[in-house]
């Protein structure tokens, strides 16, 4: 039986033409280490896994940066704050002003040392993107494992007791919201004051924005469709649901993203199916971004496209319309 990687990239795509615009977002993944191992994970994160950005290549990530003027890194693992240069990284980047995002798993601030990360990340105004993939404590739990739950709330007091997720947006905190099976995401704005009210009237906390992504049927999830004999109506699913009215926000037009050896991807998603930046054969890595311009260039598309722009669009910053 073919995995979802050789059913998605071994097969032609209809999916249409895209090109960059200016580059604004540097998704960066510092590692594919986790203190979690969730169903839905694209990244196939966990406890054992080992690899890790090392500190020449979070120095190359800064001189990017500088070179093009980036105004966002985004951060992501893995849990991103299990590298060792985490730390590092972002009040580099925030003596430069660059905005931080930390995608960010929640119970890793039950972790033990990283009991100060809140108070960090508070102190580096680093805008915190965090995993709740439902307000529900049984549907957390068959995507992220038991306990799971009661933890993100604990976690979620200890940011509100920070500043975190109060109206005044000073210091945000956003949830993301995942399916928990084959299905595209509900309504955002609907779902957002569901979630406002459940975990506002049930335990007193607070966020700032929810954020709705579609399920990508690759890696873990992609394993899982594949075993239950899902994957072919999923993508049927996607593909039907295809807007072209999404195809202006995706966020692969504006951002690149890096693996944790430097090397650099059209998304997230490209990463993790090894399908390199560029055309042509081999790897372009950071190194090669810090005197040209991607501006123009084609993007690399496939099957698993359109989880990006199903319905009402999905990307890191949520819901594209």
Request: one cysteine or more.
């Amino acid at each position: 039986m073919k995995d979802s990687r050789q059913l998605i990239i071994g097969q032609q795509t209809s999916f249409p033409a895209l090109r960059r615009g200016a580059l604004q977002t540097l998704q960066v993944n510092l590692g594919y280490r986790c203190n979690l191992s969730c169903v839905h994970c694209h990244v196939n994160a966990g406890p054992t896994r080992t690899e890790e950005m090392d500190r020449d290549t979070v120095a190359l990530v800064l001189d990017v940066i500088d070179a093009h003027g980036i105004s966002c890194l985004d951060l992501t693992g893995g849990a991103p704050e299990m590298n060792p240069h985490f730390r590092y990284l972002v009040s580099e980047a925030r003596k430069r002003g660059v905005e931080v995002i930390d995608r960010c798993n929640l119970t890793i601030l039950l972790e033990d040392g990283h009991e100060d990360l809140a108070d960090f990340l508070a102190d580096q105004g680093v805008r915190v993107v965090a995993s709740l993939p439902c307000y529900l404590e049984d549907n957390v739990e068959k995507q992220r494992g038991k306990g799971v739950y009661a933890a993100s709330i604990e976690a979620i007091r200890r940011l509100n007791a920070r500043g975190f997720g109060q109206p005044d947006g000073e210091r945000v905190l956003d949830l993301v919201y995942n399916p928990v099976g084959a299905s595209l995401p509900p309504a955002q704005a609907a779902l957002e004051a569901d979630y406002k009210r459940e975990l506002g009237e049930r335990f007193g906390i607070a966020f700032n924005g929810l954020l709705t992504i579609t399920n990508m049927p690759i890696s873990r999830f992609g394993a899982v469709l594949t075993a239950q004999g899902q994957f072919e109506d999923y993508m049927a699913l996607l593909r039907d649901n295809h807007s072209d009215s999404n195809l202006a926000s995706v966020m692969c037009r504006s951002l690149v993203s890096v693996d944790y050896q430097g090397f650099l991807y059209d998304c997230d998603f490209n990463q993790m199916l090894d399908i390199p930046l560029g055309e042509g054969a081999g790897r372009k890595h950071l190194k090669e971004l810090l005197d040209a311009s991607l501006e123009g260039n084609p993007v690399r598309v496939a099957e698993h496209c359109y989880g990006c722009t199903a319905g009402a669009g999905s990307s890191c910053s949520g819901a594209l319309n």
